[in-house]
């Protein structure tokens, strides 16, 4: 607490120095330039006021840092207690280089914040109390306040991040002491809350390229197979496959050893050897959970020999395991669970180890089991060795002449048409037309006609993109979307045309309702693109940003995502666009580059704090970590 105290001083005498240095060095510098609020704002003659350009470096460094103390300031009276601890562990992570001991105090701020807001469940939005499955949920996504902290904190301090997961590993076992004995015995899909957050963590560090404090991280939770572990090192394994596969020996061997391995933990091993991003288990009575990663499929990686050696013996041995009585076995898969991890993992065993493959097979029969569970769709789903069929329309139209309903016959339409554009088949068109109910038919000529619009833009097809968008029935967001992406293409080569592409994007976006945050966040697309076209237009543009985030209660200046579900009988998608290029912390970093004090001006004109303090930070940032 001495320490805190010491350190908060120290950030007050520094910002209100650098305050009274600012008082005599900005105001001289003021001109001609207008901001978008009307204020006067410094610049050259007719040049955009560049942070490379005018003034001095330790002034405009100066300015981000009391522009961050005095956000982080702001921050402790706000009242959004989820709000509260994001913007002071953002500010921190700001000032980390520039001022290393106020961000320390700021950082244990931000946890006090966070663990103030976690006891209140300030981020499960509800108008009653959240249920515990709520709020379980919530915790297991990574998405409660002290884990967000955590994150950034890990990612500057090692040492803080261990003390402070120390102390969120304590809190969770008091709260799980209700709880005891709720992991089963080989469940690879459970695990400790404690080992999840520290996966979540190390994640988050991987994901900002820290590859070694993220493996220093994750090490102590990567002694159990689960779809988070497993998730972690195919990650890791896209940025370092050595280290990546080392761990995965270990975890095999682990895993040969276990006298709780089964068929989940199995299946959980050949997601990181077969399909990276898609993770399997099958239960007792012939359910199966799992989870995908994003739409775009990952090719299974190209393992070493001997390692791929070592998963099929380690595979056949946990699967060939005598089979104990039914009203003795207390494996996760149970006996039909079992059989079904079998019979997906067949042909890999086929291919890779047939002597193996007779014996699975042998078992497989002395299992017996349901004859529809061979219809289960994640039989093959995700895997890259399939066994070749029949077509897959003469499979479905098998199962549509067995439909004694209307609706039965369209959730075959839908599963099928989903199933052929997810591989570029054209016939999945034909199919959705085929839908009778026009609710569903609509859902599923919308998820097809993307689908075809995010592969023509993946070849770098721009002008096939941009056809299929103005002629598909597509959201206004998808159709602004692909309108942006065709027009980041084309800037090069067809300027005039990339702009005329651009304007017809946000006329898409303003037919988006405006109070929804999507609307936002697509004109922050468009803006974002126009930065590299034309900076006039952008800085146009960025004035329907703020008015467009002014009208929505849901734009929190976080959102940089818009999410399609689509869920049939066999499977449920979900396609996302935005990213980066939609984010206003990413606009807001360009914009700084092109006039500093005018993107100081347009971030004060933000009236909800969020979408203010994510701007602020932004153009902070861009000074700051140069």
Not at 137 to 146: A, K, P
Not at 170 to 191: L, M, P, V, Y
Not at 499 to 514: F, H, K, P, S, T
Not at 596 to 615: E, M, Q, V
Request: with cysteine.
């Amino acid at each position: 607490m001495h320490t805190q105290t010491a350190n908060t001083g120290t950030g007050m005498v520094l910002a209100l120095t650098l305050i009274s240095l600012l008082c005599s060095s900005v105001l001289p510098l003021s001109t001609t330039a207008q901001g978008p609020v009307g204020r006067t704002v410094p610049s050259k003659a007719n040049e955009p006021a560049s942070i490379n350009d005018g003034g001095l470096p330790d002034e405009r460094r100066a300015f981000a840092i009391s522009l961050v103390i005095s956000l982080a300031d702001e921050a402790r009276s706000y009242s959004d207690l989820a709000l509260r601890p994001r913007v002071l562990a953002r500010s921190a992570d700001a000032l980390w280089n520039a001022d290393n001991a106020t961000a320390r105090a700021l950082f244990r701020r931000a946890w006090e914040a966070a663990e103030k807001g976690d006891a209140e469940d300030v981020t499960v939005k509800t108008k009653d109390n959240p249920p515990p499955m709520v709020i379980a949920l919530r915790r297991t996504s990574g998405r409660d306040l002290r884990s967000e902290v955590l994150g950034l904190i890990a990612r500057r301090d090692r040492a803080l991040g261990e003390e402070l997961f120390t102390k969120l590993k304590a809190a969770n076992e008091r709260e799980a002491e209700d709880s005891k004995g709720a992991r089963q015995s080989g469940d690879s899909w459970s695990t400790s809350e404690a080992a999840l957050k520290r996966l979540q963590v190390a994640t988050r560090l991987l994901e900002d390229g820290q590859i070694e404090r993220a493996m220093e991280f994750a090490a102590p939770a990567l002694d159990q197979v689960n779809p988070n572990s497993i998730g972690f090192l195919s990650a890791l394994r896209a940025r370092n496959p050595e280290t990546a596969d080392q761990r995965f020996a270990l975890l095999l061997a682990r895993a040969q050893f276990d006298s709780s391995s089964d068929a989940n933990t199995v299946s959980g091993l050949s997601s990181y050897a077969f399909t990276p991003g898609f993770y399997v288990t099958f239960n007792a009575d012939g359910g199966s959970r799992w989870t995908q990663g994003d739409s775009v499929t990952v090719s299974a990686p190209n393992l070493p020999p001997a390692l791929l050696n070592k998963f099929f013996e380690v595979a056949g041995g946990i699967l060939l395991k005598p089979l104990p009585p039914p009203e003795q076995d207390f494996t996760s898969s149970g006996r039909t669970g079992k059989r079904m991890v079998m019979l997906r993992l067949l042909p890999l065993f086929d291919q890779h180890a047939p002597e193996t493959a007779a014996a699975l097979r042998s078992q497989i029969a002395a299992l017996g089991g349901d004859p529809k569970t061979a219809d289960n769709p994640l039989l093959t789903d995700g895997l890259q060795a399939k066994e070749t069929g029949a077509d897959p329309l003469e499979k479905m139209q098998s199962r549509v002449d067995r439909a004694k309903t209307s609706g039965e016959r369209d959730s075959i339409y839908a599963d099928a048409s989903v199933t052929l554009a997810n591989q570029g088949d054209i016939r999945a068109k034909d199919l959705s037309d085929k839908i009778d109910a026009p609710a569903l038919r609509a859902e599923v000529r919308q998820f097809v006609d993307f689908e075809f619009v995010q592969r023509l833009i993946r070849k770098k097809d721009a002008v096939g993109a941009a056809s299929l968008a103005k002629t598909g029935q597509l959201a206004h967001s998808q159709r602004a979307w692909a309108f942006t992406q065709a027009a980041r293409l084309l800037m090069t080569s067809e300027r005039q045309r990339s702009l005329d592409l651009l304007e017809e994007a946000a006329d898409e976006a303003r037919r988006i309702d405006g109070d929804s945050a999507d609307r936002t966040v697509v004109l922050i697309g468009v803006a974002t693109q126009f930065v590299t076209a034309d900076h006039s237009r952008a800085w146009e543009m960025m004035g329907e940003v703020v008015k467009a985030a002014n009208s929505s209660e849901n734009f929190t200046g976080e959102n940089a995502q818009i999410f399609f579900p689509m869920n049939t009988n066999s499977s449920f998608k979900v396609t996302r666009i935005g990213g980066q290029d939609f984010s206003l912390s990413g606009v807001f970093r360009s914009l700084t580059q092109d006039d500093f004090y005018r993107s100081i001006d347009l971030a004060k004109s933000f009236k909800n704090s969020g979408p203010r303090a994510t701007a602020t930070l932004a153009i902070a940032s861009a000074v700051l970590d140069k």
